[in-house]
């Protein structure tokens, strides 16, 4: 079934207790706009990776660049037909479903390889020995490249639920990170007061 709201204050009140599969987002809303939803649900692990899909005008081009950076999946630009936002949604779907069907046992980032079933990390074939913590994190970066993770989302991830410690934590795994895979320092970029972004490719 489809949940309407019409303010963001709304809308973040209805997503805990709906569980949509999909949110279609407004950036004009009262009150608190799309790109304030956008951010909130990503900061929150149980939302984390929520499907979003933004509506946007024709002039609203650099909120369609935050949007996308706060981590929105696809946008639509209005004015525009039911048929194309359904085609849209349809092909976030598929797009999801091959994600979720063919799950690698490997990842690769430029010559970083990461396999995931016998745990090591190597560049160039040379094995790069990484704490369990350094491993958890360099997977999550690797597995949403482009999207902005925020730090409560890692140390969910990473450390888990039950994890009370400060998200600082986060920054000082990610300093190791770099210092022990050089070819990470200028691809894992910190994005102010919300947390880190891989590099769709590495910055050499």
């Known amino acids: 079934h489809v949940c309407l709201a019409t303010t963001g204050l709304e809308a973040l009140k209805l ?15 009262p009150h608190m706009n799309g790109l304030e939803v956008c951010k909130t649900l990503r900061h929150k692990p149980e939302t984390a990776l929520l499907p979003i899909i933004m509506l946007t005008a024709k002039n609203e081009e650099s909120d369609t660049v935050v949007g996308l950076e ?57 094995e790069v020995l990484l704490t369990a913590k350094e491993f958890g994190l360099l997977e ?4 949403h490249p482009g999207r902005v993770l925020t730090r409560e989302v890692l140390l969910n991830e990473v450390w888990g639920y039950d994890y009370y410690g400060t998200t600082r934590t986060v920054d000082v795994h990610v300093r190791r990170l770099k210092l022990k895979v050089p070819l990470l320092n200028d691809s894992i970029v910190s994005v102010k007061t919300l947390g880190y972004k891989l590099l769709d490719q590495p910055r050499v």
């Open 70 to 126: 706060l981590g929105a999946d696809d946008y639509v630009t209005k004015p525009f037909s039911p048929k194309t936002l359904m085609a849209r949604v349809k092909s976030l779907f598929r797009r999801l479903e091959r994600t979720n069907d063919h799950k690698p046992t490997s990842l690769v980032y430029g010559s970083l390889q990461m396999d995931l079933t016998r745990h090591e990390v190597t560049i160039r074939g040379k």
């Open 140 to 143: 999550q970066l690797l597995r």
């Open 15 to 29: 997503v805990p207790s709906e569980h949509p599969d999909l949110v279609i987002l407004d950036l004009m809303l």
